[in-house]
């Protein structure tokens, strides 16, 4: 049976494409370490943060008032499709921890964002 263009077109496409969708899912995301900050160590006052790791960069200002995090507000988020990890910002108010899930489907975005408001935080605590 002899296969026409077309149809070896399709099926080198379909090769080179699945091969690059299962490389893309193998590949292992960051690592990014995130670590609690002690809010009774941390003055009232407002702090700038930012951090990026692969393709995600972000930039925070967190306001501290009473040794708790009053306010989060992303000041850049360079994220391509991460952009629903910013919802990661309500459920550290409502916690008032660092130590929190990622997003799904965001893992990358939502640490980054985590790891920019920690480095705001450090720079009160020192």
């Known amino acids: 049976m002899r296969l026409n263009k077309i149809t ?3 099926l080198i496409v379909l090769i080179v494409f699945g091969g690059a969708f299962f ?4 590949m292992k995301l ?7 900050v002690n ?4 003055p009232d006052g407002s702090y700038l943060g930012e951090y990026a790791r692969g393709p995600v960069k972000v930039a925070v200002e ?3 008032l009473n040794n708790q995090i009053e306010n989060i507000a992303i000041r850049e988020h360079q994220c391509g499709l991460g952009r ?3 919802k990661i910002v309500a459920e550290v108010l409502g916690k008032q921890t660092l130590q ?3 997003i799904s489907g965001a893992t990358l975005s939502s640490n980054v964002i985590l790891k920019a408001v920690e480095v705001a935080l ?3 605590s020192n």
Do not use: H, M
């Open 62 to 64: 967190v306001s501290v």
């Open 30 to 36: 960051p690592d990014v370490q995130i670590d609690n």
């Open 122 to 124: 450090n720079k009160g």
């Open 84 to 86: 629903k990890a910013e």
């Open 39 to 42: 809010l009774e160590q941390i």
């Open 100 to 102: 929190l899930d990622a």
């Open 8 to 10: 070896w077109i399709a």
């Open 23 to 26: 490389a893309i899912k193998s």
